[in-house]
């Protein structure tokens, strides 16, 4: 990815790009808020009446943030956190007794590839059924839905370390603790982090999905609410909301892998 | 005996195995039922469940909606992947275009496809064109980017071999573009294909009165009665065993016709 060139032509180079960035979004911007204005939808508010309605939604109280944002915004990406980090865990250290025993994984193989099979959705019935409609049920259907995910690609990452890898860890008689953490996990961290990366994907749409089903708050309640009562500048000031949620998230994923993985990207470069 | 013969790569201790870890489930799930410990009218006993499954095959009903989740799915993909694929290959050639439209495409991908359902109900209402418009958007983005991957991993010397060799710019993408690329593509499709069952599925939980498994589940729960209970289980099962067969089939055919190429190889 390093471009050895001039310093002139490198910093030419990165206008260049952020030209290419920003220009096709204001122009796209631009085209949506000239349109809406000469020819006013009630379906399509302007983008500029959206942004400024999502600030006032979030931000226009008296305090800095509304009681909405806290309600609201921040149950959804309290709740969509801890069942993430719940079922990143589980199926980290699920995947990894898969990976590292042959008994266990062809025990448990035909189960796990049942019930991913299961669109995870389709459970959120069962959730509310057997847990009722509380904030925790919401957390471990999160945390099932993502756990999928992560299980799968640890399985598979833990599975395919090289034999040698392991051996040498046995023959040095490294402490299996520390073998796990040392040579395990970092060897399949490539593999698990293409896991987290659309578990965190999932995390949110199933947060969401959890709270248009049944909810007393939420961004997707709020969503919901909002078409419900016709209220179409609120439904897409959400709807902005939850693409800014999905653009940040991205970002600190890329942010996390991009650290934890370096030696990763380094070592396979030198290839 | 079919099966362990078709599937060449399956050992026999690893069959036993597997039966015991699904059989040895199916007891748990029986005996925590039956003796009491987990309320039966909340989790029936798993026998209960999956009779009720076969049974349900019986109801014309049951019988539509299944067919109807069949097919949004399959529309769907076909959909996505006519979109999607040639999309890929345009902007995987021409940089400019691929550099434009990149900041709009980041924006635009992370949006949850669920958070587009109210407003697509509103505009189309609760139908089969609504769930194509969501499932098509959910889908397009795995196979667009795989394709992408894949024309930007293509061989540039054999490109410009086969236009020394007077192969027109259509035909090289035809001839050579498509076909390296095309492990890639497959690799799309897998992924998209199980967001799609996935976001098929949940649109019909969410937007009542459109047909599907979906519909089933939320219109059984809301009966709220110990046999619909059942029913929703047994229709949550049917949505695995499609599922399953779906990966299945996706499954065969990567390694019956894109088994030479590595990436196709284990993983996601």
Known sequence: MIIRTEPRRRGRNALVSLAYFVVPLVVLVALWQLVTIYNPSPFFPPPIAIAQNLGFLLFGGSAVFTPVFYEDFLSTVGRMLLGYAIGAVWGVVIGTAMGLSRGARETVTPIVEFLRSIPATATLPLFIILLGGGDDMRVVFIAYGVSWFVLINTASGVGSIHKTMLDLGQVFRVHPVRRLFSIVLPAASPKIFAGLRIASTAALLLAIVSEFILASNGIGFQLIQAQGRFQLLNMWSWMLALAILGLIINFLLDFIEGRVLAWHRLSRAKI | ?268
Do not use: C
């Not at chain 2, 040639?86 to 949850?112: C, D, H, N, Q």
């Open chain 2, 1 to 268: 005996m079919t099966t362990t013969t078709s599937l060449p790569k399956v050992r026999s201790t690893a069959l036993w195995r597997g039966i015991a870890g699904v059989v040895g489930l199916a007891l748990i799930l029986e005996f925590a039922s039956r003796s009491g410990i987990v309320n039966p009218a909340f989790l029936p006993p798993f026998s209960a469940v999956l009779t009720k499954a076969v049974l349900l095959w019986g109801d014309p009903v049951f019988r539509e909606d299944v067919l109807a989740t069949l097919l949004s799915y399959v529309y769907g993909m076909l959909i996505a992947i006519v979109v999607a694929v040639p999309l890929g290959i345009f902007l995987g050639l021409f940089r400019p275009a691929y550099r434009a439209s990149r900041a709009v495409v980041e924006l635009v991908r992370p949006i949850p496809p669920v958070a587009l359902v109210p407003l697509v109900l509103l505009l189309l209402g609760a139908g089969l064109e609504m769930k194509l418009v969501i499932v098509v958007f959910a889908a397009v983005w795995p196979i667009m980017f795989n394709t992408l991957y894949g024309v930007h991993d293509v061989d540039p010397y054999t490109k410009e071999m086969a236009r020394s060799f007077g192969v027109t710019r259509l035909g090289v993408v035809r001839r050579i573009v498509l076909p390296a690329a095309a492990p890639f593509i497959m690799t799309g499709i897998r992924i998209a294909s199980s967001i799609t069952l996935i976001v098929v599925v949940t649109v019909e939980l969410i937007a009542g009165g459109s047909q599907g498994i979906g519909s089933f589940i939320s219109r059984e729960r809301a009966y709220g009665d110990a046999e619909s209970y059942l029913a929703v289980l047994a229709a949550t099962v049917t949505a695995g065993l499609l599922g399953l067969v779906i990966n299945l089939v996706i499954g065969w055919v990567e390694r019956r016709f894109f088994g030479w190429d590595s990436t196709t190889r284990g993983g996601i």
